[in-house]
């Protein structure tokens, strides 16, 4: 199959899922919740392992744990986060010697160091390369996160807002969606071999969602059931601590895991010192134009872009929303479609309901006169009766009368005869002309009007030209007679 590693186990897991660290809950569960929480902000901030920003930028955003002892906060700005401790002496030596291979190398002594000075800028602005500087000193690294780097640039993305209780974990597979559904149940199967095979563990697939680079990223949960019938959802940040155990991360890499997150938020004091704290290699004054800049301080959160390649990254999972943003789009027209249709059968339907519901209701007047008329067959006209015949005939006669409600009932039918008739034509005469076609009958109208003007004005000379002519022959024919005479 597609997962080489499904439905097999491995040597190396461990015989049960458990934890050493105690648990503060007071439960024997096997799930143990520990001290050192982790967090991650899934897989839309980057592609990296959780080792911290100053570790990360080349490759994505990634995120390790988050002590919740003051004591493990003190740790190296590569391993942590939200660290910054005090400047050490080799990352000021390497300062010194950056700034050394950029400004003022000695390496030739000559005017040559010079052009080593700009070769060096160069290579610090593209973010590659070595500096060489001095003879007796080991040239400096130029990577993408030294502080000379031009391409860089500070995106957003979205903040997580699940709960740990949730216990979502991500698991980005390095396989096609259409794989992972057709085997989903052995996955599940898998990951439940991986966990220890424990009865009381159930794994359940929250979510399965393409990504670029034909991956596929998996959203799970594990709920474990107590022996008394209640149960329960695995925190996500113990869950995610066990996946991250050696023997367990290669079992899940056998699988075909790439990478594997806590989908958890951050707290606001988290958020804080993110914020206040620009990550390697950014300039602060950029971060905090960033943090000015963003539209929606609640909802997303600014991280840096380094690289054509992180770039390309972000447009990838960009252009991958759209398409899932157009497919649900696409769904729901169809479903507005099928709707309207089913509108339009109902509609019909209850017209057609309701003209069965009058001649049922006709024919069963009908059946009660009949019957009442059998019934009373025989019998004297009662005095209630006698008093509704006679509201009828009074009705029966105000209705004939010519002034009265007949009169205007039949003016009323022609007025609502005329209304429909005039309601129809302009319903007929309601068209559209497309504005080309318009301009084109305005042009044959003048062009018609022009040719009946100048037909007007010939049929006018004419006229003079007969008028003329008959008033030369009104005066001719008396000199003729006086001649002859």
Sequence with gaps: ??????????????????????????????????????????????????????????????????????????????????????????????????????????????????????????????????????????????????????????????????????????????????????????????????????????????????????????????????????????????????FEQANIKSSLQQLGVSLSMARTELSPAQVKQLLQNPPAGVDPIIWEQAKVDNPDPDKLIPVPMVGFKELLRRLKVQDQMTKQHQTRLDIISEDISELQKNQTTTMAKIAQYKRKLMALSHRTLQVLIKQEIQRKSGYAIQADEEQLRVQLDTIQCELNAPMQFKGRLNELMSQIRMQNHFGAVRAEERYYIDADLLREIKQHLKQQQEGLSHLISIIKDDLE?????????????PIRGGVFS
Aim: proline content about 4%; hydrophobic content about 35%; aromatic content about 10%.
């Design 1 to 242: 199959g597609a997962f080489g590693g499904f439905g097999t186990t491995t040597t190396t897991a461990a015989p049960a899922f458990s934890f050493s660290a105690p648990t503060n809950t007071g439960t024997s569960g096997l799930f143990g919740a520990t001290q050192n929480k982790g967090f991650g902000f899934g897989t839309s901030f980057g592609s990296g392992t959780g080792t911290g920003l100053g570790s990360g930028l080349g490759t994505g955003l990634g995120f390790g744990g988050f002590g919740t002892q003051q004591q493990q906060q003190q740790t190296t700005l590569g391993s942590s986060l939200f660290n910054q401790p005090a400047q050490t002496p080799a990352q000021s030596n390497q300062l010194i010697n950056t700034a050394s291979a950029l400004s003022a190398p000695t390496l030739l002594g000559d005017e040559r160091d010079a052009i080593l000075a700009k070769w060096n800028q160069l290579q610090a602005f593209w973010g590659t390369g070595k500096g060489y500087f001095n003879n007796n000193i080991a040239p400096v690294e130029f990577t993408q996160e030294n502080p000379f780097c031009r391409f860089k640039a500070v995106g957003y993305s979205l903040m997580p807002n699940n709960k740990d209780e949730d216990g979502l974990v991500v698991l980005v597979f390095n396989r096609k969606e259409a794989d992972i559904r057709s085997q989903q149940q052995q996955l599940v199967e898998s990951l439940h071999k991986i966990l220890g095979g424990n009865q009381t563990l159930n794994v359940n697939v929250e979510g399965v969602k393409t990504m670029p680079d034909d991956q596929t990223e998996v959203i799970i949960y594990v709920v474990e059931r107590s022996p008394n019938g209640t149960s329960r959802r695995v925190p996500a940040t113990t869950l995610y601590a066990h």
């Design 465 to 477: 030209d007969i008028k003329l002519i008959e008033h030369g022959l009104n005066e001719s024919i």
